[in-house]
């Protein structure tokens, strides 16, 4: 019996702020609880710290660039496979709930359901320009304000968003049991609910604020913006920001971190509201539940705040995989993983081969799990590449990992390498004492990328949609925004057989 599939995203969660990766001051007992039977994976990267490319990344199984997704203002091409199309050829239902930062007309990508718009426009309002000088900001830009103003809201956007997001989440696990017991067949499905949350702006319900007034939330470990010689990026993405004209107060980095911490627990909520009900409605012992994220949050950590950057805590997710012991190997796996690999853990979830012409680039994280456990693969057996080609740069910026080892090039920066095993907070470049191992690296990524031709590619995305953007902009607008369909709810047409269609016995 094939398993039903829940992947649980939330936006900008770092695993460094849940206690199941180890955080004391976290308050996240249902995730903790589930990592306590899950496979965890201690060291999971995105393949691009920023929103829209993550994701689009994630559901294809291939490299931002590769799918053409730059950025928060680019779309990826219906035609793209996505592991909802592949699971939707294989039998399953397949439902979107919530984010997913979808750009353009396309707002389902092979999912047969969608039950919520998104929190964002999908129109391609931020179109980066790396002709135009950082100071000269776009309207859209991430916002040093964020830092400033967080706090307790009574209500927000985003919390409106990710409240509609858990109900729904919630009545559709009902629906799916509904149609069940309509069809008297055990439908698999996958249902991807995404949340906003703990994105910034940081604006936390008081309830989960309050949660942390006797705990010591730490500072920043290391809060000194490294110099620009040394690494021109972070004071790029810190003068996009803000950053540049006002350094937050450690009061108001305070607040701002323990607001976000507040925000990451009440994801913790909705995780365990999610698990809950499948428990009432008998699914828990066949659903396999993946909690990850799109990328993390800087945090105050080198005077960053939000993602954008190839450090630590931007670019490392949360990767936890709960499910029957006879499909997910539990434990704790140090193997370095990405989302990448998130597509052909579902396939073998779902039984679903890939395409020959076109397979996912990356590994079933079952797979790596069992090749980790049985001492048949080590962390340098498999490089991890993030990318970066969006606001905040003027050049692509490529990031490998490689077991111990992480190497950022961008033209016109100096070469980083970092030793992850010693210096785990990344504060001593060691590039100038290992040219050898630099060169070695670099080898590796000039073997992927053509930098000149993706720099060119970045450059001709970035004016075609600009065009594009600005002519939409005229006449008559036609916002792309998802709009859901109305649903029969309630009672109508058959009377009786629409309330015996609504019930869900205890058995």
Not at 47 to 68: D, F
Not at 105 to 118: A, K, N
Not at 286 to 293: A, D, F, G, L, Q
């Amino acid at each position: 019996m094939r398993p039903n599939i829940i992947v649980v995203q939330a936006d900008q969660m770092a695993p460094q702020a849940l206690g199941a990766y180890g955080d004391e001051a976290a308050r996240t007992p249902h995730i903790d609880a589930l990592a306590q039977e899950s496979a965890v994976f201690d060291r999971a990267y995105c393949n691009t710290p920023l929103c829209a490319p993550s994701r689009a990344s994630m559901m294809t199984g291939q490299m931002p660039s590769e799918v053409g997704c730059y950025d928060n203002g680019d779309d990826f091409p219906a035609s793209t496979p996505t592991f909802a199309h592949h699971l939707r050829v294989a039998g399953y239902h397949t439902a979107l709930i919530g984010r997913m930062h979808f750009i353009g007309p396309d707002q389902h990508h092979g999912f047969e359901e969608r039950l919520t718009t998104d929190v964002y426009p999908a129109d391609m309002d931020m179109v980066p320009d790396w002709e135009r000088a950082l100071d000269d900001r776009l309207q859209w830009y991430h916002d040093a304000d964020a830092v400033y103003t967080a706090g307790v809201s009574k209500a927000t956007v985003q919390q409106d968003f990710d409240d509609e997001v858990g109900f729904h989440a919630l009545r559709h696990l009902n629906d799916r049991v509904r149609a069940n017991q309509s069809a008297e067949e055990a439908v698999p499905f996958l249902m991807v609910t995404s949340f906003i949350h703990p994105h910034d702006p940081y604006e936390p319900p008081l309830e989960h604020w309050d949660r942390f007034a006797d705990v010591e939330i730490p500072d920043p470990k290391h809060p000194r913006v490294p110099s620009p010689s040394e690494d021109p990026h972070s004071h790029r993405l810190r003068a996009m920001s803000g950053f540049d004209r006002r350094e937050p107060t450690l009061e108001e980095t305070r607040r701002a971190r323990r607001s976000y911490y507040a925000a990451v627990s009440y994801i913790d909520d909705h995780v365990g509201r999610i698990l809950d009900r499948l428990e009432s409605l008998g699914l828990r012992e066949n659903t396999v539940v993946i909690v990850t994220s799109d990328h993390g949050d800087m945090l105050g950590e080198k005077g960053l705040w939000f993602k954008m950057s190839p450090y630590e805590q931007s670019s490392r997710v949360p990767l936890i995989v709960h499910g029957p012991e006879h499909l997910v190997p539990r434990g704790r796996y140090a193997n370095p993983v990405s989302l990448l690999d998130l597509m052909p853990t579902l396939l073998e979830l779902a039984g679903a081969p890939p395409r020959a012409d076109e397979p996912p680039r990356g590994l079933s994280l079952l797979e790596s799990a069992r090749r980790e456990a049985a001492g048949e693969a080590g962390p340098k057996d498999r490089d991890v590449v993030i990318e970066y080609l969006a606001e905040g740069t003027m050049r692509p910026q490529l990031t490998l990992v490689r077991g111990r080892y992480k190497y950022v090039l961008c033209p016109g920066d100096p070469d980083q390498l970092f030793d992850l095993g010693t210096d785990p907070d990344e504060q001593h470049n060691i590039a100038p004492e290992r040219a050898d191992l630099v060169q070695s690296l670099r080898r590796a990524l000039d073997a992927r990328y053509d930098l000149a031709l993706l720099e060119a590619e970045v450059l001709a995305s970035q004016s075609r949609r600009r065009f594009v953007a600005g002519a939409l902009e005229r006449g008559r607008r036609r916002p792309w925004d998802f709009t859901p369909d109305p649903q029969e709810r309630y009672v109508r047409g058959d009377f009786w057989g629409a309330l015996a269609h609504g019930q869900i016995r205890d058995v």
